[in-house]
């Protein structure tokens, strides 16, 4: 059985985690500063709301952590902290902003304590890591059918294990194709390929026709992701990766590495990628709308001949999206308060407001098709920025439920490219790394 694609953990070369102080190259002019502590308290009353039972409801405090935004947009959540407490005159929201490597670690020693956040901003990563140690509420259970409804189908089970879903999903990088024109003019191709199976047929061609690579090659892992190969059972207890099919999907790649017609080197990578399409040694570059406003600055040329498209899917026709999410820990006093309040940062209004303070992406239906996006046609950027809103209804962030799943997929990059770069035997490499990956769901199993 197949496990749902939205399950998994993609490491896309250039989009990680735009906002959360990671060094992300798709968003290298956009990433707020650490701020090791920025509290903004809002005012509290004594006022009945929906979200709260009884004339009387008593005052209380949401603490609510988030990863280096302060104190770039202080002005955006101190006026959104002002509207929910509005409606909300009962609760004060107490902002604490913090940086990324030290967000996990603090989050589980308040817990142990007693002193939990209510609301926390994770990665999805870091979210599943805290799934592990059971320490998160589970939404799909506790939320309500309206809170749940307004997200992205695929992104709202990007934090997913079994039936439960751990997180709300907030806001993300979805990919854009950028093409070369000329190129792709020369090799007598009139619009790019829509799929990785699409562009693979026409590599070979295209390479002899013009002498640059089509497109580079996902890391395996991302290959298996995107066609929705089995990579791990449902129930996270089996590795199922090295498998016939798997094996098959990348020998097709490798067939054409080595008659020099894709790259041997470099999957995944997006500094290579962009080197590359920037020299015209490569026709086309999966790419966040920010990245390919890159190219303007770096190679104008380039950039002039460049045009965008839908990006590349597998066969499950889904497109990569890493995410910041939101998640409610179990520790908190105020959990039904804590998931409305999760809900709110999180809904269209608030998305919407977000996405026009930062060149970020919302996860929800609503706000995603909104005409701000289409505000600009007539820049690369402004296209580029059309599409990635576009491609953002059917893209996910694709995750392992495991606490060490970044580890899992690293073994697997690690044994596609041991035999597409040093030409290791497949078989004998595979059960390697296969063994490791065995290891790692004991780890798992243990904590």
């Not at 929910?84 to 967000?103: F, G, L, R, S």
């Not at 093409?179 to 829509?194: C, D, R």
């Not at 490569?282 to 002039?304: C, F, Q, T, W």
Request: aromatic share 8%; charged share 20%.
């Amino acid at each position: 059985m197949k496990r749902k694609l939205a399950g998994f953990l993609i490491s896309a070369a250039m989009v990680i985690s735009l906002l959360s102080g990671c060094g992300n190259e798709a968003a290298d002019n956009t990433s707020a500063p650490d701020k090791s502590a920025s509290e903004s308290p809002a005012e509290d009353g004594g006022v009945e709301d929906e979200a709260q039972v009884g004339e009387s409801a008593e005052p209380i405090t949401l603490e609510f952590w988030t990863i280096s935004l302060s104190p770039t947009f202080d002005d955006y959540f101190n006026a959104r902290f002002e509207a929910y407490t509005a409606d909300h005159p009962n609760v004060t929201i107490k902002w604490v902003d913090m940086p990324q490597d030290a967000i996990n670690e603090k989050l589980s020693t308040a817990s142990a304590s007693g002193n939990s956040p209510d609301v926390v901003n994770l990665n999805t990563s870091q979210a599943l890591s805290m799934v592990g140690l059971d320490a998160l509420v589970d939404l799909n259970a506790e939320a309500t059918e309206e809170q749940k409804s307004i997200y992205i189908q695929g992104q709202w089970e990007a934090c997913k294990t079994g039936d439960s879903i751990w997180a709300f999903p907030w806001y993300g990088t979805p990919a854009v194709l950028a093409y070369n024109t000329e190129l792709l003019e020369k090799a007598g191709i009139e619009a790019p390929p829509s799929t990785y199976e699409e562009a693979l047929g026409m590599a070979e061609d295209f390479y002899n026709k013009t002498g640059s690579y089509l497109f580079m090659p996902n890391a395996y892992c991302n290959m298996l992701f995107l066609d929705g190969m089995e990579i791990i059972s449902e129930d996270l207890t089996e590795v199922t990766w090295n498998n016939d099919e798997n094996k098959a999907l990348l020998n097709s790649y490798k067939e054409l590495v080595d008659k020099g017609v894709l790259p041997k080197e470099g999957w995944g990578d997006w500094t290579t990628c962009l080197q590359l399409y920037e020299t015209e040694k490569l026709a086309m570059i999966s790419a966040s709308a920010v990245s390919v406003n890159r190219v303007s600055d770096e190679a104008p040329d380039v950039a002039a001949k460049t045009e965008v498209a839908k990006p590349l899917v597998g066969k499950a026709g889904l497109s990569t999206n890493p995410l910041m999410n939101v998640v409610v820990p179990k520790a908190s006093k105020h959990v039904t308060e804590a998931i409305d309040f999760a809900n709110y940062i999180t809904n269209d209004e608030s998305q919407l407001l977000f996405c026009k303070e930062v060149a970020i992406f919302p996860s929800t239906i609503q706000a995603s098709q909104d005409e701000f996006f289409k505000s600009d046609m007539e820049t690369l950027l402004g296209r580029a920025t059309a599409m990635a809103a576009e491609s953002n209804l059917y893209s996910a962030d694709f995750t392992i439920g495991l606490t060490n799943g970044s580890n899992y997929v690293s073994n697997i990059n690690t044994a596609g490219n041991a035999v597409i770069t040093n030409d290791e035997d497949m078989d004998e490499t595979f059960a390697v790394y296969e063994q490791d990956c065995k290891d790692l769901l004991e780890e798992a199993a243990g904590n």
